[in-house]
C-alpha cells in the first residue's frame, strides 16, 4: 500500500518506502492531472510504481500522445531515480503557474517509471563509482540484456520487471520515450545491435529522426554537448548505441521495433552512484533538456485512418516512403497513428486489409510550439 507523504521532496536517495509516500502524496495534492499505478511487480514483490501526468491522466484521448521515462534499469545506477521524482515534482507544482508547462501537460500524458529495479537499488552502495553490484536484478539479471532482439535471440528468459515494461509498451501507444542511466555523459539513439557481431553504426530507418532528438537534449544539456566527459568523447554529447558499443537484448532496439516508441538513452552521470550531495547539480543539468525532449513528441505526424462511415480502421499500416521498418507501423484500436518526422515533405502509404490502399504527400513543419504534431486523417474506400 501507499502512505501518506507529508514532507516537500528533497534531494536526498529515497528508497521504497520513502518513494512510495511520496508519490501517494503527489496524487492526493494532485489528483487531478495525476494517476499513480503500478506495471507489475520485482522479483522480490516490490511494486514497480509509475505516475501518469495529464488532464486526463487515468485514460488515453484521441490525439494526446503519450510520453514515458524509465530510471534505475540498472540498480546501482540511481541518478535518473531521483532526476525523474524531481520531475514529477516540477511538473505538477509548475501546472497552472508556468504557461509553457501548462499547455505541455494538457497536450501530452507523460508516464514516470522511477525504478524498473528496485532490487537491485537496494543492494547497491552509495558512492560507488564503478563495478557492478546492485545493476542486476534479484535473478542476477541484467535487465537491459534481457528484452526480445530484432538482431538475434536474447539468452535468457524474460525476467518479471522485463515481461511488466513489455506490457506496459503495448498497453499504450507511447510515441517517445527515455531510458536513463549513469557511468557516462551521453545520449545514445538506435539501434543498439547490429547483424554484422562488432561495434559499428547501426542505422534504422528513423535515424535522422533519432539524431535530431539526442541533438535536442545534448544541447539543451549544460555540459553534455562538449562531449569530452568521463574520459570518453562522443561527438555533440550524442552516439548510435551500437557505434558505442553493441549489446543485445537492450529496451530501446525493443521500444523501436516493437512498440512503434522512439527511445532514448541518456547516460547522466560519470559516477554511477554518486553522493546525494551531487544530486541538485544533476537535477539543474537535466531539468531544461528533459522539457525539451518531451516536447519533441509534437514533432511530425498524427492522426487517424478511418472508413467511408468514419468508424476507426485497427491494425492499418502507416509507412513513410524510403523507411521500411522492421515491423510497419500500425494503428491502433482507435485507429490512431503518431510519427515522429523532422520538417520536409513526405510520402505516406496507408493500407489495411480489406481496403484500397492510398499514398498522400504531405508536408512536415516545426510544430513544436504549437504543442501538436501536424494532423493528417486518411479515408480507406473498401475493396470492391
Request: aromatic share 12%; proline share 5%.
Amino acid at each position: 500500500m501507499l502512505h501518506q507523504y507529508p514532507y516537500a521532496l528533497d534531494f536526498k536517495y529515497h528508497h521504497m518506502t520513502s518513494l512510495e509516500a511520496y508519490l501517494q502524496d503527489v496524487q492526493t495534492n494532485y489528483s487531478s492531472i495525476t494517476h499513480v499505478y503500478s506495471i507489475g511487480e520485482s522479483v522480490e514483490g516490490q511494486e514497480l510504481w509509475a505516475v501518469a501526468i495529464g488532464e486526463t491522466p487515468m485514460e488515453h484521448r484521441i490525439g494526446i500522445p503519450e510520453v514515458k521515462c524509465i530510471g534505475n534499469i540498472h540498480g546501482n545506477e540511481p541518478v535518473g531515480r531521483e532526476i525523474l521524482l524531481h520531475l514529477i515534482d516540477y511538473l505538477v507544482t509548475s501546472y497552472g503557474h508556468d504557461k509553457n508547462i501548462t499547455r505541455l501537460i494538457g497536450s501530452v500524458r507523460i508516464h514516470i517509471l522511477p525504478s524498473m529495479n528496485p532490487d537491485g537499488f537496494e543492494k547497491s552502495t552509495v558512492g560507488k563509482c564503478t563495478g557492478t553490484r546492485g545493476r542486476y536484478n534479484s535473478n542476477q539479471i541484467d535487465l537491459n540484456r534481457n528484452f526480445p532482439d530484432p538482431f538475434g535471440k536474447t539468452a535468457s528468459p524474460l525476467e518479471p520487471e522485463t515481461e511488466a515494461v513489455i506490457r506496459w509498451i503495448h498497453s499504450e501507444q507511447f510515441v517517445l520515450s527515455a531510458s536513463i542511466h549513469g557511468g557516462a555523459i551521453v545520449a545514445a539513439y538506435p539501434y543498439d545491435n547490429n547483424n554484422l557481431g562488432s561495434d559499428n553504426y547501426s542505422r534504422s530507418p528513423d535515424d535522422d529522426v533519432f539524431r535530431y532528438l539526442a541533438k535536442i537534449y545534448s544541447f539543451h544539456h549544460k555540459i553534455m554537448s562538449k562531449g569530452n566527459l568521463c574520459k570518453t568523447k562522443f561527438l555533440n554529447g550524442v552516439t548510435n548505441g551500437a557505434k558505442w558499443y553493441r549489446i543485445k537484448g537492450g529496451m530501446q532496439d525493443y521500444n523501436y521495433v516493437w512498440g512503434q516508441c522512439c527511445e532514448l538513452t541518456l547516460e547522466l552521470s560519470c559516477c554511477k552512484y554518486p553522493n546525494a550531495a551531487q544530486l541538485p547539480r544533476f537535477w539543474e543539468q537535466n531539468k531544461v533538456p528533459l522539457i525539451f525532449l518531451i516536447q519533441q513528441v509534437h514533432l511530425g505526424l498524427k492522426g487517424r485512418v478511418l472508413d467511408d462511415k468514419g468508424n476507426p480502421i485497427s491494425k492499418a499500416i502507416v509507412n513513410i516512403f524510403g523507411r521500411s521498418n522492421l515491423v510497419p507501423y500500425q494503428t491502433n484500436s482507435l485507429g490512431e497513428y503518431y510519427r515522429l518526422l523532422i520538417p520536409g515533405e513526405y510520402v505516406l502509404e496507408v493500407e489495411a486489409e480489406g481496403f484500397d490502399s492510398l499514398n498522400k504527400t504531405v508536408a512536415v513543419f516545426d510544430t513544436i510550439n504549437l504543442y501538436s504534431a501536424a494532423v493528417y486523417d486518411f479515408v480507406l474506400s473498401r475493396s470492391k
